[in-house]
């Protein structure tokens, strides 16, 4: 074990799938010699050279075309979006090509895209977005949020192992501002397993990514009142654990959902429909939705906080929720 920042376990990552497996590369805007916006790739294009590390242009769309070819030609490629915010550029080439390919003709499309989704920098409407919901709906697309550098780095390597196209969302803020006892080995986390966070027997909260950390500081709060909190992190949106969530649901009874994305068709709706469907008699309170609202993500600082859900919003939630 070795203690790693949630950037660093997903840099050595990388490292170990480069080193292990030749058909693995990288592909992105300044990942080489500059180490990509975030520095993820520092020191990679030294040691496995400019055609495993490959700085590309300025354009999406050339991005996911490349590597959606790379893929059918038999090879892994791990794109990189400089934010998540831009592959909206390239959505055709992921839903319409990569997304469908198996569906068509049987071809695997083994490409992982990571995405620096988020926001808490004062980042505006272009460079903070959480737009999971929005691949999540896509057959054939699979979708991962980790919160934590043991599953960033065990979520990673499960991605760039699968044969489908994996959207790999890595929240800004949890780059650098956590750290953590990390296998200095390779080891992978299976796509689709949720993570019971924190115990508890009250009420419910299903969230994932950096949310994950906001709901664990609620639950401190909630705790020293006599409530007790589960918190289920998903790690994967697509696939999803319907089973860890009902299975929490039904203990406690109540449920909130949270996550940072805007609120109307955000993923938590359909986290809340299952629910409704499956475990209805189990409920003694109405679901509960927190998230951001439908509104472009801020510029001014203040007014970000506002938008983004903080730990005093949840409180409030789960205090509502447990009164009934």
């Given at each position: 074990?070795?203690?790693?920042?949630?950037?660093?376990?997903?840099?050595?990552?990388?490292?170990?799938?480069?080193?292990?497996?030749?058909?693995?590369?990288?592909?992105?805007?300044?990942?080489?010699?500059?180490?990509?916006?975030?520095?993820?790739?520092?020191?990679?294009?030294?040691?496995?050279?400019?055609?495993?590390?490959?700085?590309?242009?300025?354009?999406?769309?050339?991005?996911?075309?490349?590597?959606?070819?790379?893929?059918?030609?038999?090879?892994?490629?791990?794109?990189?979006?400089?934010?998540?915010?831009?592959?909206?550029?390239?959505?055709?080439?992921?839903?319409?090509?990569?997304?469908?390919?198996?569906?068509?003709?049987?071809?695997?499309?083994?490409?992982?895209?990571?995405?620096?989704?988020?926001?808490?920098?004062?980042?505006?409407?272009?460079?903070?977005?959480?737009?999971?919901?929005?691949?999540?709906?896509?057959?054939?697309?699979?979708?991962?949020?980790?919160?934590?550098?043991?599953?960033?780095?065990?979520?990673?390597?499960?991605?760039?192992?699968?044969?489908?196209?994996?959207?790999?969302?890595?929240?800004?803020?949890?780059?650098?501002?956590?750290?953590?006892?990390?296998?200095?080995?390779?080891?992978?986390?299976p796509l689709g397993q949720a993570r019971i966070r924190r115990a508890g027997d009250d009420v419910t909260v299903v969230t994932w990514g950096a949310m994950t950390w906001t709901a664990a500081e609620a639950a401190v709060t909630l705790e020293a009142e006599g409530t007790s909190v589960e918190i289920i992190d998903l790690r994967t949106l697509q696939p999803w654990d319907r089973e860890a969530?009902?299975?929490?649901?039904?203990?406690?009874?109540?449920?909130?959902?949270?996550?940072?994305?805007?609120?109307?068709?955000?993923?938590?709706?359909?986290?809340?429909?299952?629910?409704?469907?499956?475990?209805?008699?189990?409920?003694?309170?109405?679901?509960?939705?927190?998230?951001?609202?439908?509104?472009?993500?801020?510029?001014?600082?203040?007014?970000?906080?506002?938008?983004?859900?903080?730990?005093?919003?949840?409180?409030?939630?789960?205090?509502?929720?447990?009164?009934?």
């Open positions: 074990m070795a203690e790693r920042t949630y950037i660093e376990a997903i840099t050595e990552c990388l490292r170990q799938e480069l080193r292990r497996d030749q058909r693995v590369f990288l592909l992105g805007e300044d990942i080489g010699g500059f180490g990509g916006a975030f520095k993820a790739t520092k020191g990679l294009q030294e040691e496995f050279g400019p055609w495993r590390v490959i700085d590309m242009p300025l354009s999406e769309t050339a991005i996911l075309g490349s590597a959606t070819g790379a893929a059918l030609m038999g090879l892994r490629p791990v794109a990189e979006m400089q934010f998540a915010d831009f592959v909206s550029c390239a959505y055709d080439h992921l839903v319409t090509v990569a997304a469908k390919q198996h569906f068509r003709v049987g071809d695997a499309i083994p490409i992982v895209v990571r995405l620096p989704s988020g926001g808490g920098f004062s980042g505006g409407p272009f460079h903070s977005q959480n737009p999971e919901s929005t691949f999540a709906h896509i057959p054939g697309l699979k979708v991962v949020c980790p919160s934590t550098p043991v599953d960033a780095k065990g979520l990673l390597a499960a991605a760039i192992a699968d044969p489908n196209p994996v959207l790999f969302f890595e929240h800004k803020h949890l780059y650098r501002s956590i750290r953590e006892e990390v296998p200095e080995e390779r080891y992978t986390i969530v009902l299975t929490s649901v039904r203990k406690t009874s109540r449920l909130l959902v949270l996550h940072e994305d805007t609120r109307t068709a955000g993923f938590g709706a359909e986290i809340a429909a299952t629910v409704a469907e499956l475990a209805f008699e189990q409920l003694d309170a109405p679901i509960r939705r927190l998230a951001a609202p439908d509104t472009p993500v801020p510029f001014s600082p203040p007014l970000e906080k506002a938008f983004i859900p903080q730990a005093d919003d949840v409180v409030r939630a789960l205090q509502d929720l447990a009164a009934y």
